[in-house]
């Protein structure tokens, strides 16, 4: 029997091998409460440098000190259109749309203001009606030390956002400029400040905001401001908070999160909290789906909302917390439709690590869903596995056909859909008390409508070989990218890495270092999957002469004080002899 999907993804074809380590994996791991360590940037421990516009009195101030700026009108109705797409259930929930920005003025002709130990300047970028806004920096050169921007709101007093320094822009590649996607800021005006230490010329600063997000959904109401976009569902919908108590520590691992495409476009997708094996260790990996984030970019700007639910069953009050930061692409597969990725800012106290398991699960099996559905507080599905399944993209959505061997899970509801937002969201079953994640959300055809219509699934068991680096983080170490019997060699596979980094391609990948015939298509390939993991210092850029380095010398034995020698690492996240080690030991072991 073959089923149309109705929301969707073009799930595209690769056929790399991987480089990951297959080793005998645990069938399963145990949830855990996560416990973050303190983080300096969280949202309200940042201010302004200009006095004049702290948030306490932004309003006031913004009268008596006026803000250069540059105000965009409504979007026309050809604009909003854009929004409507959402309305056939294809792909994450469409909830922004670009708008571009001419042309700023020269960063040294904005207004500077003395403050301590420097001068600051402040811009205000506005498009009319917007529910929310983000903006696109963009560095054509890297920031200088010390210099800051900061980003606020000029209708929520709470949102100051920052410092951000050159460490937090990413660079996709050596020829591309370096980006950062603000993070989302309520209304319809996004404050810019930016931070110039004494001895720095602003025009060493190139700053340009080439486009905005502008968001029309409310994220308080969860409605639409201009868009008739429609979003209901209310009438087969069940409230996390409503849901079984035995689920109730499972939802603390599920998240909401906005991303911003490279057209600025902005979604709505769910994810969820993963453990992995080293329980010694806790390190935020969140699944969701590929067809949400597959790009470095569009994770790295993810916006995080958690614990995300009405207080009581039909309150219809509820309260989230927010972190910012986005996060760092470990692996996606398009075909599978998952992606794993590192969020970088850690979430909050009070979230779960969920479980997981590889085993296949059992005819008929009860399953559950959790999700933010249409971008709601957390909603609650249960009902049964129907079978697994292959799935075909078509023009206009996807086929299923049922396949024991299949890559995906279909499944049908005795209670609750999924809707758009929830892509990407868990599927769990319950073994001895126990919640195990199975897979994220694809698509499907339940609706209030057809409620009893499937829904599918990604099967974790089939994306396990490609994170099983970092979820089975005890696992066999990495194997030679020319001899998967031999453990890495630093003057074998180091040079290799580093060339890679390097531009260097083919035999010149090779040379003098490989004894026997090499497949270079084939070697590049395995290089390529590496990619998301080679930033060793976390600076968003790949080099040779840093993190080709830094792998070699680790692979001599070289981990104290020779490990980061004559580097510079004033850009770096990971800084330390011992967070440089630690990275690379959770690569390699």
Not at 14 to 32: C, F, G, K, N, T
Not at 46 to 69: D, G
Not at 382 to 392: D, E, N, P, R
Request: charged share 15%.
């Amino acid at each position: 029997m073959i089923t149309l999907s109705l929301r969707i993804f073009c799930l595209g074809l690769l056929s790399l091998s991987s480089l990951l380590p297959i080793s005998q994996a645990a069938e399963r791991v145990e949830s855990e409460l996560y416990q973050p360590a303190p983080f300096k940037a969280e949202l309200g421990q940042t201010q302004l440098k200009l006095s004049a516009l702290n948030p306490a009195n932004r309003r006031l101030n913004s009268l008596l000190f006026p803000i250069p700026s540059l105000q965009l009108g409504v979007p026309s109705t050809t604009e909003l259109a854009a929004l409507q797409q959402h309305k056939t259930q294809h792909r994450a929930l469409k909830i922004g749309i670009e708008r571009q920005i001419p042309a700023l003025p020269e960063l040294q002709d904005w207004v500077w203001m003395p403050v301590l130990d420097g001068q600051a300047a402040q811009f205000m970028l506005s498009s009319e009606a917007a529910a929310n806004l983000r903006a696109l920096l963009q560095l054509d050169q890297p920031l200088p030390k010390g210099v800051e921007l900061r980003v606020f709101s000029l209708e929520a007093s709470a949102e100051v956002f920052g410092a951000y320094q050159q460490a937090d822009f990413t660079q996709l590649d050596t020829t591309q400029p370096f980006q950062l996607w603000t993070p989302t800021v309520s209304g319809s005006a996004l404050g810019l400040e930016v931070f110039i230490p004494t001895g720095i010329d602003p025009a060493q600063i190139k700053l340009t905001i080439p486009q905005i997000s502008h968001i029309d959904y409310d994220l308080k109401t969860e409605k639409f401001k201009l868009s008739d976009s429609f979003l209901k569902f209310s009438s087969c919908d069940l409230s996390m908070a409503c849901a079984p108590a035995a689920w109730q520590t499972t939802a603390k691992a599920v998240a909401r999160y906005i991303f911003t495409d490279a057209t600025g476009s902005s979604y709505l997708c769910t994810g969820t909290l993963l453990a992995d094996k080293d329980t010694s260790t806790q390190i935020p990996y969140l699944s969701t789906a590929a067809h949400c984030i597959n790009e470095a970019s569009a994770a790295a700007s993810m916006d995080f909302y958690w614990l995300y639910q009405e207080t009581s069953c039909g309150s219809g009050y509820s309260t989230w917390v927010r972190t910012t930061g986005g996060a760092d692409l470990l692996a996606t597969r398009s075909e599978l439709d998952s992606s794993l990725v590192r969020i970088r800012t850690p979430p909050p106290v009070g979230v779960v690590l969920s479980g997981w398991a590889l085993e296949a699960l059992p005819a008929s099996a009860a399953v559950v869903g959790i999700h933010h559905g249409s971008g709601y507080p957390q909603q609650f599905s249960q009902g049964k596995f129907v079978s697994y399944a292959s799935i075909l993209s078509t023009p206009t959505g996807y086929m299923v056909t049922k396949d024991p061997l299949g890559n995906f899970t279909q499944v049908t509801w005795t209670e609750g859909i999924t809707a758009q937002g929830s892509s990407g969201s868990g599927l769990w079953f319950s073994l001895n008390d126990q919640a195990y994640f199975k897979g994220s959300l694809v698509g499907g055809s339940s609706s209030c409508a057809e409620p009893n219509a499937p829904d599918e699934y990604t099967r974790l068991e089939r994306f396990h070989p490609y994170v099983a680096t970092w979820l089975e983080s005890k696992g066999e170490p990495l194997a030679s990218l020319l001899n998967t019997n031999q453990p890495l060699n630093a003057l074998v596979d180091g040079i290799i890495i580093a060339r890679y980094l390097a531009g260097q391609r083919g035999d010149q990948l090779t040379r003098q270092v490989a004894t026997t015939p090499v497949n270079w298509a084939e070697l590049e390939a395995k290089l390529d999957l590496l990619k998301p993991i080679l930033d060793i210092d976390g600076d968003h850029r790949l080099e040779a002469d840093k993190d080709g380095l830094l792998i070699i010398r680790y692979l001599l034995g070289l981990k104290d004080a020779a490990l980061i020698a004559q580097l510079d690492f004033t850009d770096s996240q990971r800084k330390t002899i011992t967070e440089i080690n630690q990275y690379i030991e959770t690569l390699l072991f």
